[in-house]
């Protein structure tokens, strides 16, 4: 079965500092995906990154980094020198490739603070 | 550019009356369209999905039905609601091909039901 475990419930930084969301996942698949969603506030859930199984480059976008690792079954969303505006819950999510439907298989979320 | 509309945004509803919730997407055409519940600390889970009008599948058994009357709109019902329907519904869309796997989620709708 598929799941995804964030096991930090919540995160409080002062502005400024590093922040590393963990996310940990378990499939049987050998082709999937996984994603990194930012929920503000406001409740939508925003797209950050799609990450395929095969591809385990880090990836960084500008104050946003992911280490991929197969070995440990581990995908962290870092984010360097945090600022108020990233204060939300994020969510890891898993999901099968080769036959995607759009069904995400959701970690319980991270609320990361960021306190001035 | 595309763009997905929820409403309402917040619902009280008792229990035992019937929900309608709607979905609406614009500037794409065919899109996949998908209905998420998000309960009280947990996840989100996925409830219902459609390829296109008329064609709906379910993820989980439950108080809920999905309907897509037109392409663009995928509507959450339910005949008599349950305490447990309470949560933040979250529709989605994503269109159709290859490397286009991702979905892009409207604001939400916040039921609570008492």
């Known amino acids: 079965a598929q799941k995804v475990t964030q096991a930090q419930t919540e995160i409080s930084v002062v502005e400024k500092e590093d922040v590393t969301l963990d996310c940990v996942y378990e499939?049987?698949?050998?082709?999937?995906?996984l994603f990194w969603y930012k929920q503000p506030p406001s409740g939508e859930l925003v797209f950050l990154i799609r990450?395929?199984?095969?591809?385990?480059q880090n990836e960084i976008s500008g104050r946003y980094s992911w280490n991929f690792q197969k070995s440990t079954s581990s995908f962290n969303f870092t984010i360097t020198a945090s600022q108020v505006v990233d204060s939300a819950v994020y969510f890891c999510?898993?999901?099968?490739?080769?036959?995607?439907?759009?069904?995400?298989?959701f970690g319980q979320g991270t609320t990361l603070q960021v306190k001035p | 550019s595309q763009t997905i509309h929820q409403w309402p945004a917040t619902l009280v509803q008792p229990v035992g009356s019937p929900l309608s919730l709607e979905c609406t997407v614009e500037?794409?055409?065919?899109?996949?369209l998908y209905w998420y519940r998000q309960a009280a600390g947990r996840g989100l889970q996925l409830l219902f999905y459609s390829v296109g009008i008329g064609q709906i599948s379910s993820e989980v058994p439950q108080n809920l039905s999905a309907s897509r009357p037109q392409d663009r709109q995928f509507i959450l019902s339910s005949k008599k609601l349950l305490l447990s329907d309470s949560g933040f519904y979250l529709c989605?869309?994503?269109?159709?091909?290859?490397?286009?796997?991702?979905?892009?989620f409207g604001s939400g709708t916040q039921l609570s039901v008492l």
């Open positions: 500037g794409t055409s065919n899109p996949n």
């Open positions: 990450r395929n199984s095969f591809d385990e």
């Open positions: 989605a869309w994503r269109s159709g091909g290859a490397a286009n796997e991702k979905l892009f």
């Open positions: 499939t049987r698949d050998t082709t999937y995906y």
């Open positions: 999510a898993l999901s099968e490739a080769l036959l995607w439907t759009g069904k995400l298989i």
